[in-house]
T-cell receptor
Framework: AQSVTQPDIHITVSEGASLELRCNYS??????LFWYVQSPGQGLQLLLK??????LVQGIKGFEAEFKRSQSSFNLRKPSVHWSDAAEYFC??????????FGQGTELPVKP | GAVVSQHPSRVICKSGTSVKIECRSL??????MFWYRQFPKQSLMLMAT?????????EQGVEKDKFLINHASLTLSTLTVTSAHPEDSSFYIC????????????FGPGTRLLVL
């Protein structure tokens, strides 16, 4: 069965520090992988996606993620976090039918 | 591009009444839209897949008679919560797939439903 695990429910970082959010997936074929960000009371905004090709993908707002098939991981990174990055982050895996399965989310407060 | 809107953004209703939520793709056509439910501090749970011109496909455990979905056009899907009860209070989010390959979904801003 398809599943997505975000091991860290809550991570606190200081502004300017680097960030890595973990995501592990279980999927029988080559997955479509996504990272979304959700601000309080808002919908989801797509940060980046991986379908095929280069395993290091660049997204908006300075985020990047690396697909590692051997580890079934798709971790999200940012070299220097800004206070405006405080939000909840969701990793998701999708299939060709368009269905998305989301991880539990990682809440990210940013300390000044 | 790829903007999805939802209306209303929040609604309060009495128990036993029905509430309709609209999801519109503003600048693209979407043969498929999805409806999710999100409880506080939790992830999104897919409720159903809305297909233009055909019946919606519901996920296991979702009551199709309670959550009526209509996808009447390529830019509009509606979710009607019938005979709402307090336990239906939640954040409902829709998404739409432009269908240009890549399977990327674009999400609406969500509708906060409170049933008293």
């Amino acid at each position: 069965a398809q599943s997505v695990t975000q091991p860290d429910i809550h991570i606190t970082v200081s502004e300017g520090a680097s960030l890595e959010l973990r995501c592990n997936y279980s999927y029988g074929a080559t997955p479509y992988l996504f990272w979304y960000v959700q601000s309080p009371g808002q919908g989801l905004q797509l940060l980046l996606k991986y379908f095929s090709g280069d395993t290091l993908v660049q997204g908006i707002k300075g985020f990047e993620a690396e697909f590692k098939r051997s580890q079934s991981s798709f971790n999200l990174r940012k070299p220097s976090v800004h206070w405006s990055d405080a939000a909840e982050y969701f990793c998701a895996v999708g299939n060709q039918g368009g269905k998305l399965i989301f991880g539990q989310g990682t809440e990210l407060p940013v300390k000044p | 591009g790829a903007v999805v809107s939802q209306h209303p953004s929040r609604v309060i209703c009495k128990s036993g009444t029905s509430v309709k939520i609209e999801c519109r793709s503003l600048d693209f056509q979407a043969t498929t839209m999805f409806w999710y439910r999100q409880f506080p501090k939790q992830s999104l749970m897919l409720m159903a897949t809305s297909n233009e011109g055909s019946k919606a496909t519901y996920e296991q455990g979702v009551e199709k008679d309670k959550f009526l979905i209509n996808h009447a056009s390529l830019t509009l899907s509606t979710l009607t919560v019938t005979s709402a009860h307090p336990e239906d209070s939640s954040f409902y989010i829709c998404s739409a797939n432009p269908g240009q390959g890549g399977e990327t979904q674009y999400f609406g801003p969500g509708t906060r439903l409170l049933v008293l």
